[in-house]
């Protein structure tokens, strides 16, 4: 049963984090294989609170290998995975999300012909009564859903609409707003503007800014470096399973960010060659050395 005490109610903002303070979460030189199929490896991740990590890569480059380490559905099959500095190894996401990691995947797993309010709470549905016939408290989940969602910055006129009706960025938000509530201090998004326009994806990243405004981890997952850098305090380029390029927002630009997740150095290497092709413009490409990674893995507690 549910309580209205759950959630994040009251975090703080950190825009630094402090010097010595353990990452939520942390993969140390981790890797995942399948056979003799090598994911993931070698990569270094820090996630802390009141900050977005973003990670971007080309399809294949390990995200969703990445989400499901840390999400529990898989388990690492080298280095370390620390959440608040102990070693873990999840058996399950039900674990996971014990240790406050959610995950909203594109799907966002919800049933488009049930109401908003009963999609919030499905599968934690509040109950009132005695055992063994307790029922369904609807008007305190009503009450709940409206006021989390509101509480994120999201007004709904009714909460009796089905899901499905909503756009999809209202959707990706009411998911965002269901971790929060319930008590995620980690929150992975996998790819959630990659179906979205310009607009309904100017509503995601504005909740995922309010997410980070409450205090919690984000993990970012993209292929749009442009949305990435509106709202990202850390970015990891993943490419071919393993990091490319892991560095603070102060430490690269926008256009570097492009050129790592476009494939920039591997074109940079080509420029000569390509400069002999008819009709390939090289003017717009980097040199080679223009395109080194700041430090792969960032300092403790800098990320």
């Known amino acids: 049963m549910t309580d209205d005490t759950t959630g994040t109610h009251g975090a703080v903002l950190q825009d630094t984090a402090p010097d010595g303070e353990h990452p939520l979460v942390e993969l140390r030189g981790a890797g995942k294989s399948y056979g ?25 480059a390990g995200k969703s290998t990445l989400i499901k380490i840390i999400s529990g559905l898989h388990q690492h099959t080298e280095g370390e995975f620390l959440v608040d500095g102990v070693p873990v190894r999840f058996s399950t996401p039900r674990e996971a999300l014990g240790k406050g990691i959610a995950t909203v995947y594109q799907d966002l797993a919800v049933v488009p012909l049930m109401p908003v309010w009963r999609n919030f709470f499905l599968g934690s549905e509040m109950t009132k009564g005695p055992w063994p016939v307790r029922r369904l408290d609807i008007e305190r989940m009503k009450r709940t859903a409206d006021r989390e969602l509101r509480n994120m910055g999201i007004v709904l006129d009714d909460l009796e609409q089905p899901i499905g009706t909503l756009s999809g960025g209202q959707r990706q938000c009411v998911a965002i707003a269901r971790a929060v509530y319930f008590g995620a201090r980690v929150l992975i998004l996998d790819e959630p503007t990659a179906a979205l326009g310009v607009k309904q994806s100017g509503v995601v990243l504005k909740y995922i800014a309010a997410a980070r405004d409450r205090g919690l981890g984000v993990i970012f997952i993209t292929h749009n470096p442009h949305h990435a850098y509106m709202v990202g305090d850390h970015f990891s380029v993943l490419r071919l399973g393993t990091m490319e390029l892991s560095a603070a927002r102060s430490e690269v630009s926008l256009e570097e960010l492009t050129h790592h997740m476009a494939g920039g150095t591997e074109l940079a290497a080509l420029k000569h060659e390509l400069a002999q092709v008819r009709g390939v413009d090289v003017e717009e490409l980097p040199e080679e050395g223009d395109l080194q990674a700041p430090a792969v893995a960032s300092p403790e507690g800098k990320s």
């Open 36 to 60: 003799n199929i090598r994911a993931l490896h070698g990569v270094d991740l820090s996630v802390h609170p009141g900050r977005v990590t973003c990670v971007l890569g080309d399809n294949g």
